[in-house]
């Protein structure tokens, strides 16, 4: 469970985490200005004055051109938005529902000196080994997302299990990594966990059974960035009882 935790906290702090996300902006095929300058298309929050101008293609490819300077182009990576580092920032082509935005990364190293995360005590029984049941067919499900819009996933199964006396069926609502990634919230939101929900990996699929250790539970990305579209917990996932697990509001 340390390990993990001590992975969870570099990959916030990271270049690319979510601890330095300053700005989202939706784009439209064609160029913008953009910098940090009143007066360019797009305003940001910091960097330089004058960045250029960012042509967006209809194919999804952008490039940046800096006055006086050959253009620099946007670099696909596997699994992770086309991006550039530029001026002291990460600039990234982050798509939703196949509308792309200009999503912006603040490089300089204030974000390590962030506090850490803070949890619940760990607690074994909330390891639990729930059942990883097959649904008869396989139902398209919608997922809320903080900005109003929504996400649609294809469920296949649900963790099932009880707690004092309440059936659960948890929905997976994606896959990362090839394991299942549940959202969900419980009765903490209220003061101790994060307001909109939590996120959870399962493991150890197998003999019709999976493990949901809620002692790894960890926030959403919006729980450190406004900046950052997260989905929101479908309603079989909103549960009546507090799982005193995990990691806690920051």
Known sequence: LQSLRAARLAELTADDGWLNLIDRVELAPGSVTVGSAAGNDIVLKAGP???????????GAA????????????????????RLVVGGLLLEIH????????????????????????????DPGWRIRADWVALKAPQRLAVDMVNGAADFVTQTHSAEFVHDGVPVALVPTHVKAGRPMFVFRDLTSRDLSYVASRFLYGSEIADGQITLDFNTAFNPPCAFTEYAICPLPPRPNILPFRVEAGELRP
């Open 49 to 59: 004055a004058h960045l250029g101008a960012l042509r967006l293609e209809a194919s």
């Open 63 to 82: 490039r940046l051109f800096p006055e006086g300077a050959a253009p620099l182009a946007f670099q696909p990576l596997p699994e992770k938005p086309p």
């Open 95 to 122: 798509s939703v529902e196949g509308k792309p935005a200009l999503r912006v990364r603040d490089l300089t190293p204030e974000r390590r000196a962030f506090a850490g995360l803070r949890y619940f005590p760990t």
